[in-house]
Each structure stands twice: as C-alpha cells, then as structure tokens.
C-alpha cells in the first residue's frame, strides 16, 4: 500500500469502500440547491466494511475520524508550516519559557446547550494526567501543572518547552459535566458525543455514519455543508481507487499511480488534486552497527544515490527529492540555513561517495566494496511487505548501492515485525519516515535526541537510528527554551548542519499527502495556491478544512 494513515509521515491513510450504489445514493441532497449537493461525502474510516462505533476523542486511535468534526482543540497547528489556527482559544502567550497562557474564545457552547468554560480545558487536561492512557501525544511529559482564571488558562512546564505549545494546543476538549462522570475514560467509546465543533452524530450504522450541521457552532456561518457523510470502507487498495474514480467522493485521500488519467480526465472540469509533502522518507542506518556508526560512511551512502530516480520510482514522481537539511521544503523554507550548498539538496557523485568511503577505511576490490578484513559491506534493508511506496525505493536503493560494491539484501516483514525489528535496533538499515510535524524542534527531536537512543534491544518511539551527540542535543534544549525567532533560527541551523554533514540519517525523498477533491459541490479546498493544511482526512486537517469549504 502506498502512504498508509498507519504510519502518517511515518506518514499518512488509505481506506476503501462499500458498493458503488450505496456511496451514490448517500451522497444525494433532494433539498439541495440546482448548485450541488450541501452533503459532503468523504472517503473515510476503513471497516472491511463494517465500522466500529466510537466516537472517543482522547483515544483517537480507535476513534472514527469524523470525531474531528465533534471537538475542537484550543488550536490547531499546521503541519506544512508550524503556524496556529485559534479555535476554542483565540490566542496564546508564552509569559517566560516554562509558562504558557491561552485565553478562551468567549460565547462556545457545548452542542447540549451548555456554556464552555475555561474548566472544562483544566479537566480534560488533568483527565490525561489521571489516565496516561489517554496521553497519546505525550502531554504530562512537559506540563507540570494546569490552572484557570476567568477565560485564561495558565499551564506550567517542567522545564523549558516552548515547541509544547502545538502540542497542548491540539488537545480535543470534552465537556466536564458530561465525562466527569465517566468511570474510566479509556473504555469509553461516547456513542452520543457532546461537543462544540461545526457537527453532530446525526446517526450511525456499521456500513456509513452521518453527521449533521450543529446550528450553535459559534462560527456556523462558515460551515457550508449540512451532513457529512462517512462510508465504510474495505482495506483493498484495487476498490479503493475504484471507488474514488467513479467520483463516489467530494473529498478522497488515496494514491493514484497516474492521476491526471485516472482521476482529472474522468470529470476536468470538477476534479482536482493536490499531493504536496507530508514529510521525509529516509534510510535509517543502525548507527550502533559498523560500518554505519562512521559518519564518512554514512556520506558515502547518501552521495552514492540518485534520489530523483528514487522518488521517480517510488512515487511516480509525484514529489521529488528531500533536503539533507531535515526540514520539508518549500514548507519550512523560512528555516533554512542558507550557508547549506544547494538548499541542502545530494547531487549523486560516485566518486565523491568512493573517496567518503577511503577516508571510512573502505575501499573497491574487484567491484565489491571490502574494509580492512577484506570481506565485502553487506547491508540488509527492512521495510513493511505492504507499503508498496517504501518497497519500490528499496529496490532502487539497492541497485545503487550494489553498483558501489556493497551486497545488499531487502527484508520485507509484516508491519508489526518491522516496528518490533527498528525500535529494538535490531536492523542494519531500514526504510522509514522522517518529520512532518510542522516544527524543526519535533522534527528534529523525535529523530535526533539521544535521550531517545535506549540501548538496543529496549524500544525506543523514536531515534531508532541511535544517534548521539551533545552538541545536537545542547541545541535542541537551547531551540526548546528559545522565545524569539531569532535564537530559534540559530539553533535551528545548527540542527540542519548536523543533519548535513553527519547524515544520521539519509533522506530520500518527501513522501506525499494524496489529496483528491471534486469541487461539484463545494470549493475552498487545500492546494498549492492556498495551502492551510495537508489534505488527510483523518486527523484536524477535516476542521480546517470544513471552516475553509464555501458552497459551489
């Protein structure tokens, strides 16, 4: 499968669907005006195809997607550029680099009837302290406490964690008087959910769920579509490109290996796409393992590939190759170093990759590669048998890397094993996703910190490569703690230029968000030309995108 949700920007989803007819028929609006359908259909939760009932937005990993449309954050941050839309919040304020302040939208009431206040923030909050369960992004591992006083909400650090705040700020918000009186939130799977957001549970059936306009939304002004619909859909890869070009959807997210045939030319007047990066593919090397623990090597490597024949490959093209430099470009073009050759970009070189090689100690014999020991490199890569995406730009890494003289082998196992083998360490290299939060620090962070470099056989979430250096990690605590831009920029840099010259990581290519939208009923739609979010229909980006949406 190519850019399965499961791993986002490890990276991002594909879901199915039910029979033709049925999507067909949900879709229609007999009292829509002769403009088109006020139904949005959306291609959605997957169900094979019978979906499973849970509308808990704390757990949003079991959660159906159309939660997003129920509760809304205090903000949601862009994952292209870092920058923060208000929602329940209309704004936020760091008072020094361990407190945080947000101050409350005024007038929000829950979808009940009853007002929202800042106590209902300060219990959903204390609610992930008393059950970690519902922690998933880590929120109590940077707050120290959380306090109201009138529409301002105080939270309090452990230490300094100014890139917290796109963290806490995309917390769903539940409403007390209703979930304080849940025993235990982690089993609850809120079947009459009560939020504040642009919708409601109109109704719910294993084969397609319906949410309807909720009048009281405070903006629903801007809300263009009165239902939104959520097919089931089946995990086949075959049906869910059938269904998406038979125009079954206004709002799919799939890949399409040649979408201007496939999906453009079917109707060129209505539909449209937009695939733009949703973060990095890399080669994660197992810096614990020889030679990949010598940063000479590692240059080798990435000197030695074409990554405009890789990302050809791997995804028709459809986005090119990735800056060493570590940020996602053009998104996070304000970042860049700009004393980085060529943007950061790897021109292949073999003989640049052959000298990075001498100077490792290795040297070309009779076309193999050979240390000291005389015996040839042998590298194996590991990658999931299913993501068909990451499988193809092995293969070519592999070509490449034989014509270097290193034996390469590629191991493909079930998705689990593969987690299992990369958070234990027990790889030589492996096919993996890199950034795509929107923020240099969680980029940088989640891949660099060596507080995350456990020892192997101990799983770790993130650093599978191991990586470790003091300097790295003094920047990122400089960058967590920096208030102003400018001191951010610096430490920044200095991140993007360990990134460059020690490739702990070799990034190929930028693994896309497959956006494909069909402006017969609504436009407004993410693109190029107005990029306020990725096109994933699974996550916020459905809040962003419905407040963006205007009738056609």
């Not at 997210?253 to 593919?281: A, C, E, H, M, S």
Request: charged residues 15%; hydrophobic residues 40%.
């Amino acid at each position: 499968m190519i850019a399965t949700r499961g791993r986002r920007a490890m990276v991002t989803a594909l879901v199915g669907a039910c029979a033709l007819a049925t999507v067909t028929a949900c879709s229609s609006d007999s009292g829509s005006s002769a403009g088109g359908s006020s139904v949005l259909t959306i291609q959605g939760d997957a169900g094979n195809p019978t979906l499973v009932e849970n509308f808990n937005p704390l757990m949003s990993s079991n959660a159906l997607h159309g939660v997003n449309l129920i509760y809304e954050p205090l903000e949601i941050v862009s994952p292209i550029d870092g920058s923060f839309t208000p929602f329940l919040a209309t704004s936020h304020k760091f008072i020094n680099s361990t407190t945080l302040t947000f101050t409350l939208r005024s007038g929000v009431k829950w979808s009940d009837g009853t007002p929202f206040t800042a106590q209902d923030v300060v219990f959903t909050f204390n609610l992930l302290k008393k059950f970690p369960a519902l922690d998933g992004t880590g929120v109590w591992q940077h707050l120290s406490s959380i306090s109201a006083s009138g529409s301002t909400v105080t939270m309090k650090f452990s230490s300094p964690s100014v890139p917290a705040a796109a963290i806490v700020a995309a917390v769903p918000i539940v409403p007390q008087h209703i979930w304080s009186k849940i025993a235990d939130p982690t089993k609850f799977t809120n079947t009459k959910p009560v939020g504040t957001g642009p919708f409601t549970l109109q109704s719910f059936a294993p084969t397609e769920y319906t949410l309807v306009k909720n009048p009281t939304y405070w903006q629903a002004s801007k809300i263009a579509p009165t239902e939104v619909k959520f097919p089931a859909q089946a995990s086949s890869q075959s049906a869910n490109q059938l269904q998406v070009t038979s125009g079954a959807f206004d709002w799919a997210y799939n890949y399409l290996p040649d979408v201007q045939k496939t999906y453009v030319d079917r109707d060129p007047k209505q539909n449209t796409y937009w695939f733009p990066p949703g973060g990095t593919i890399g080669l994660y090397l197992n810096l614990t393992k020889s030679p990949y623990s010598n940063a000479d090597f590692r240059k080798g490597i990435s000197l030695a590939l074409d990554r405009t024949t890789i990302a050809k490959k791997a995804v028709n093209g459809y986005l090119d190759q990735a800056s060493m430099s570590g940020l996602i470009l053009p998104n996070l073009q304000k970042w860049l170093d700009p004393s980085l050759p060529n943007k950061g970009l790897i021109t292949q070189s073999v003989s640049a990759a052959m000298a990075s090689f001498a100077q490792a100690g290795y040297t070309m014999k009779g076309g193999k590669l050979v240390g000291s020991d005389g015996k040839q490199v042998t590298m194996t890569i590991s990658m999931p048998n299913n993501f068909s995406d990451w499988v193809a730009a092995a293969t070519e890494v592999s070509t490449e890397l034989k014509a270097v003289g290193i034996q390469v082998n590629l191991d493909e196992p079930q998705f689990a094993q593969y987690q299992t083998e990369i958070q234990s360490g027990s790889f030589d290299a492996a096919i993996g996703g890199f950034g795509g939060s929107g923020s240099p620090y969680t980029d940088f962070n989640n891949a660099l910190n060596s507080q995350f470099a456990a020892p192997l056989k101990t799983a770790t979430a993130n650093n599978f490569e191991r990586f470790k250096d003091p300097a790295v990690d003094s920047a990122l605590n400089t960058l967590a703690g920096a208030t102003d831009e400018a001191a951010q920029q610096k430490a920044t840099y200095a991140l993007e230029q360990a990134m460059y010259e020690q490739t702990p990581v070799v990034l190929l290519y930028y693994g896309g968000s497959w956006g494909l939208f069909s402006t017969k009923n609504f436009t407004g739609w993410p693109s190029a030309s107005n990029p306020y979010t990725l096109p994933t229909n699974y996550n916020q980006s459905l809040l962003m995108v419905v407040t963006h949406l205007t009738k056609s």
